[in-house]
């Protein structure tokens, strides 16, 4: 099983850029085996020509030679057998130079690609060939630029909302140095055991070992490396900043941009209504999915860096915006979140027995009454559907249905997350729209349902679905629990604010800057994008902060000072070895859950099976990082086999289920 590199030798132009581009050396050009275009003029194939490419060596998928096809004539295909390779051409007999500068130059003494050997430039230091991002296949010829942002990295870091660099702390797991991995995954992230455990993982859906057989289990080997490395020191601000910041709001976002500035030398002071920082990561997110000492091990690392966390201090009921510029503080980040939850819009929705799922879990995740009894139904389809479902189930609710008005595969939460509600009893039905609360004397017994589908069948999956008319059916419900979205409460806002609020309350704030219509305050996460995922959240904390920094110190790129206060240099590694064999993707065994029982029961990966799962990457991170490494594809026998998971039978999952 490999990579195949499929050329379409019509269009190809012969220039040899992917042959000089590869960082692996795995393509060659032919050599003309009879009179073509190539040799008018001359009459007969010259030793000095190429013709089209050939593979002659193993791929690893990296993609440079796809990206820098100036007329998009290659594809990458995953094959099932062996690739078969083509025999290397040999040296290129050149031409004899002439003493004034002319005749034939072969494009490698002009061409250069981050990872192969130097090659000099006839720009000298001005302009350099190297790969670049390229948005449309049309954007022919990109290489040649002056070095800058466009240098292209690993699909999975690109992914990454807050651009955690997952190939180099994957690689350094498999080097057995977990303490560098953990801190490669903390640099851009402080909240990276948070997100080992519960992180959307999105650099797994773009991993490209998931073209050879199946994506790298990233989010369980940063889970692996919190737990099994210890992170450095943090070294003190090389300046100590007068300027005070006030963060309103102690979720990832607010506690990111806190951290980040902190870095920086700011006193910041974070304002968090609950009596519990964290914001959403504390009360919306059950334990059983987020153990409690994991979060607050990552906040009392942000707090020990000086910051001046206030709790129970809510803003428009112990203090106002105004009160926060008169106390001298010269910026104010707003990070209050989406919180609030939307009406479930059907007779019959402000009944007691209608309760918003935020709420539900809050209650839950403080300590407060949250004893349910007889059957309950959640109303969504996303996490905070799952997450409210399998709380009630846990808080005695029994059966518990989830409906969704979409199809299975529109379903917002993640399919692990839906499996593990389903492994649990609770029962996921879609397709169906709530039309009304149904009750008996004040109080909920149900909930009527009509079936619905897609409105056009040719449509994509964004097609609205509409009822099905006379496909009414009633569920039994003594507790609804409405999880269909949440928002913003612009509340917090007085009137004459200066701040502008969208329709669906929002606060709008510039896209790149965060800074709202009012000087000096700044706003992201939840607030202003709507809900969205945590590691979204540290990537506004962090671009905030670099707004506030570049605001209140005068500089033009906070983001570059930020990255160079907390980057984490890693030694060499002078040589990667990229296994091509097939292995299945590793999986943490399923865990043991009890019914009523908050406690989290999910075990990570052990050391073999890390060591295992992190040496199937492909390191597309060393492919674009630059000529330090040595890249080797092929079979590694050496690696150990991964333990086979642990898929116990559904009444081994939930005890007392038969």
Same mark, same amino acid.
């Given at each position: 099983?490999?990579?195949?590199?499929?050329?379409?030798?019509a269009?190809?132009?012969?220039?040899?850029?992917?042959?000089?581009?590869?960082?692996?050396?795995?393509?060659?050009?032919?050599?003309?085996?009879?009179?073509?275009?190539?040799?008018?003029?001359?009459?007969?194939?010259?030793?000095?020509?190429?013709? #089209?490419?050939?593979?002659?060596?193993?791929?690893?998928?990296?993609?440079?030679?796809?990206?820098?096809?100036?007329?998009?004539?290659?594809?990458?295909?995953?094959?099932?057998?062996?690739?078969?390779?083509?025999?290397?051409?040999?040296?290129?007999?050149?031409?004899?130079?002439?003493?004034?500068?002319?005749?034939?130059?072969?494009?490698?003494?002009?061409? !250069?690609?981050?990872?192969?050997?130097?090659?000099?430039s006839?720009?000298?230091? *001005?302009?350099?060939?190297?790969?670049?991002?390229?948005?449309?296949?049309?954007?022919?010829?990109?290489?040649m630029?002056?070095?800058?942002?466009?240098?292209?990295?690993?699909?999975?870091?690109?992914?990454?909302?807050?651009?955690?660099?997952?190939?180099?702390?994957?690689?350094?797991?498999?080097?057995?140095?977990?303490?560098?991995?953990?801190? =490669?995954?903390?640099?851009?992230?402080?909240?990276?055991?948070?997100?080992?455990?519960?992180?959307?993982?999105?650099?797994?859906?773009?991993?490209?070992?998931?073209?050879?057989?199946?994506?790298?289990?990233?989010?369980?080997?940063?889970?692996?490396?919190?737990? #099994?490395?210890?992170?450095?020191?943090?070294?003190?601000?090389?300046?100590?900043?007068?300027?005070?910041?006030?963060?309103?709001?102690?979720?990832?976002?607010?506690?990111?941009?806190?951290?980040?500035?902190?870095?920086?030398?700011?006193?910041?002071?974070?304002?968090?209504?609950?009596?519990?920082?964290?914001?959403?990561?504390?009360?919306?997110?059950?334990?059983?999915?987020?153990?409690?000492?994991?979060?607050?091990?990552?906040?009392?690392?942000?707090?020990?860096?000086?910051?001046?966390?206030? *709790?129970?201090?809510?803003?428009?009921?112990?203090?106002?915006?105004?009160?926060?510029?008169?106390?001298?503080?010269?910026?104010?980040?707003?990070?209050t979140?989406?919180?609030?939850?939307?009406?479930?819009?059907?007779?019959?929705?402000? *009944?007691?027995?209608?309760?918003?799922?935020?709420?539900?879990?809050?209650r839950?995740?403080?300590?407060?009454?949250?004893?349910?009894?007889?059957?309950?139904?959640?109303?969504?389809?996303?996490?905070?559907?799952?997450?409210?479902?399998r709380?009630?189930?846990?808080?005695?609710?029994?059966?518990?249905?989830?409906?969704?008005?979409?199809?299975?595969?529109?379903?917002?939460?993640?399919?692990?997350?839906?499996?593990?509600a389903?492994?649990?009893?609770?029962?996921?039905?879609?397709?169906?729209?709530?039309?009304?609360?149904?009750?008996? /004397?004040?109080?909920?017994? &149900?909930?009527?349902?009509?079936?619905?589908?897609?409105?056009?069948?040719?449509?994509d999956?964004?097609?609205p679905?509409?009822?099905?008319?006379?496909?009414?059916?009633?569920?039994?419900?003594?507790?609804?629990?409405?999880?269909?979205?949440?928002?913003?409460?612009?509340?917090?806002?007085?009137?004459?604010?200066?701040?502008?609020?969208?329709?669906?309350?929002?606060?709008?704030?510039?896209?790149r800057?965060?800074?709202?219509?009012?000087?000096?305050?700044?706003?992201?996460?939840?607030?202003?994008?709507?809900?969205?995922?945590?590691?979204?959240?540290?990537?506004?904390? !962090?671009?905030?902060?670099?707004?506030? #920094?570049?605001?209140?110190? &005068?500089?033009?790129?906070?983001?570059?000072?930020?990255?160079?206060? =907390?980057?984490?240099?890693?030694?060499?590694?002078?040589q990667?070895?990229?296994?091509?064999?097939?292995r299945?993707?590793?999986?943490?065994?399923?865990?043991?859950?009890?019914?009523?029982?908050?406690?989290?029961?999910?075990?990570?990966?052990?050391?073999?099976?890390?060591?295992?799962?992190?040496?199937?990457?492909?390191?597309?991170d060393?492919?674009?990082?630059?000529?330090?490494? /040595?890249?080797?594809?092929?079979?590694?026998?050496?690696?150990?086999?991964?333990?086979?998971?642990?898929?116990?039978?559904?009444?081994?999952?939930?005890?007392?289920?038969?």
């Amino acid at each position: 099983m490999g990579y195949r590199i499929d050329i379409d030798q019509a269009g190809c132009i012969n220039c040899g850029i992917c042959m000089d581009t590869c960082p692996v050396e795995a393509l060659d050009m032919s050599r003309p085996q009879v009179p073509g275009i190539e040799t008018a003029g001359l009459g007969r194939p010259q030793a000095w020509m190429m013709e #089209h490419p050939v593979q002659v060596g193993e791929c690893i998928g990296c993609g440079i030679c796809i990206g820098e096809c100036p007329v998009v004539v290659m594809t990458l295909v995953a094959e099932s057998k062996e690739t078969r390779l083509a025999p290397r051409q040999g040296p290129i007999e050149r031409p004899v130079v002439s003493a004034a500068g002319a005749g034939w130059i072969p494009l490698a003494s002009v061409t !250069r690609e981050v990872l192969k050997r130097e090659h000099p430039s006839p720009w000298g230091d *001005l302009l350099q060939w190297q790969t670049a991002s390229r948005a449309e296949p049309w954007q022919v010829w990109r290489s040649m630029q002056q070095r800058g942002p466009t240098v292209p990295i690993a699909p999975c870091q690109a992914a990454c909302p807050a651009g955690t660099d997952a190939g180099r702390y994957v690689g350094l797991i498999a080097a057995k140095r977990y303490d560098e991995a953990y801190a =490669v995954a903390a640099e851009v992230n402080p909240f990276p055991s948070v997100c080992g455990w519960i992180c959307t993982a999105p650099c797994e859906s773009v991993c490209r070992r998931g073209v050879l057989d199946e994506p790298i289990a990233i989010r369980t080997l940063k889970r692996f490396a919190a737990e #099994h490395g210890q992170l450095p020191p943090i070294d003190p601000p090389a300046v100590r900043r007068t300027d005070k910041v006030g963060i309103v709001g102690g979720g990832p976002a607010g506690m990111s941009a806190a951290y980040y500035l902190a870095r920086l030398g700011y006193p910041v002071t974070v304002f968090e209504a609950m009596p519990v920082p964290g914001g959403m990561m504390a009360i919306g997110i059950p334990s059983y999915r987020l153990p409690r000492d994991v979060l607050q091990e990552e906040i009392a690392r942000i707090v020990g860096l000086g910051v001046d966390l206030r *709790l129970n201090a809510a803003m428009g009921r112990d203090f106002t915006l105004s009160d926060l510029e008169n106390e001298g503080y010269r910026a104010v980040f707003l990070a209050t979140g989406a919180s609030k939850s939307r009406r479930l819009g059907v007779s019959g929705d402000d *009944l007691p027995g209608v309760v918003p799922a935020t709420l539900f879990l809050k209650r839950v995740n403080l300590g407060e009454e949250h004893h349910l009894s007889g059957p309950a139904v959640v109303v969504g389809g996303g996490s905070t559907a799952m997450d409210a479902a399998r709380s009630a189930w846990r808080s005695g609710a029994s059966p518990v249905t989830v409906v969704y008005r979409r199809g299975r595969a529109e379903m917002p939460a993640q399919v692990e997350e839906i499996e593990a509600a389903e492994r649990e009893g609770i029962v996921v039905r879609t397709a169906l729209a709530p039309v009304e609360v149904v009750s008996r /004397d004040g109080t909920v017994i &149900g909930i009527r349902c009509t079936q619905t589908g897609p409105a056009d069948a040719d449509a994509d999956r964004r097609a609205p679905w509409a009822p099905i008319p006379g496909t009414n059916e009633e569920i039994s419900a003594r507790t609804i629990l409405v999880a269909v979205g949440e928002e913003p409460d612009p509340s917090i806002l007085p009137e004459g604010a200066g701040i502008e609020v969208s329709g669906w309350a929002g606060i709008v704030a510039d896209p790149r800057t965060l800074a709202t219509g009012r000087a000096g305050i700044f706003a992201g996460g939840d607030v202003v994008s709507g809900p969205k995922t945590i590691i979204d959240a540290v990537a506004s904390g !962090r671009r905030a902060a670099a707004s506030i #920094h570049e605001y209140l110190a &005068g500089v033009t790129d906070g983001e570059r000072e930020i990255l160079g206060a =907390v980057r984490y240099r890693t030694g060499r590694e002078p040589q990667v070895a990229v296994d091509l064999s097939t292995r299945p993707r590793a999986h943490a065994p399923l865990p043991m859950v009890q019914p009523s029982s908050f406690e989290a029961t999910q075990v990570g990966f052990d050391e073999r099976t890390a060591l295992a799962e992190a040496g199937r990457c492909f390191r597309c991170d060393a492919v674009y990082a630059g000529p330090t490494f /040595d890249v080797t594809a092929g079979r590694r026998p050496d690696l150990p086999a991964p333990m086979p998971p642990s898929r116990p039978a559904t009444h081994d999952i939930v005890g007392g289920t038969p």
